[in-house]
């Protein structure tokens, strides 16, 4: 029995190298997949009412990652697509505590996902950590957060 991968996924650049990082290094075959995208804002129509939460299905990048990893191989039947409501838009804390919840019905071995790279110093002004900070510190499962290659080359030549 494969392992039970959560691939957290937004729009972003860096979730997107994430899922493509673990398809090409890490996945295996008998992986069961389970891309979990966390809804923080309600889409609305053309009358500003609004109609429904924008759903990972909907998003262009379910399709293309779904696209991506049956080339590597990966079953289309091991991979699903869940969203998740969070209660604030504008809180790392509500989007953390929905993903908390998430592994918390949903048995996982591994949480994969990209890091958008806030820095300790704004972590230390702030008092916040990112997303990622929250995860590998706050949920019993092992976590693989992957950097973005420009993050990388940042660190590299700020330490030359």
């Known amino acids: 029995m494969g392992r039970k ?6 729009e972003s650049p860096n979730s997107e190298h994430a899922v493509k990082w673990f398809a090409e290094t890490s996945v295996r075959l008998d992986d069961e997949l389970c891309m979990v995208h966390v809804v923080t804002a309600p ?3 053309t009358h500003g009412t609004v109609a429904a939460y924008k759903t990972a299905k909907d998003s262009g990048l379910y399709l293309k990652l779904t696209s991506f990893l049956t080339e590597k191989d990966v079953p289309q039947s ?3 697509c869940h969203s998740v409501g969070a209660s604030s838009s504008h809180s790392v804390h509500s989007v953390c505590t929905a993903i908390k919840q998430y592994v918390e019905a949903h048995p996982t071995d591994l949480i994969v996902m990209g890091s958008r790279g806030m820095s300790s110093l704004k972590k230390v002004f702030t008092g916040l950590g990112g997303t990622s900070d929250y995860v590998v510190k706050h949920i019993p499962v092992a976590a693989l957060v992957v950097p973005y290659p420009q993050m990388v080359k940042e660190v590299s030549e700020s330490t030359a």
Request: hydrophobic share 60%.
């Open 5 to 10: 991968v959560l691939l957290l996924v937004d």
């Open 43 to 45: 889409v609305t129509d």
């Open 78 to 80: 091991r991979i699903q």
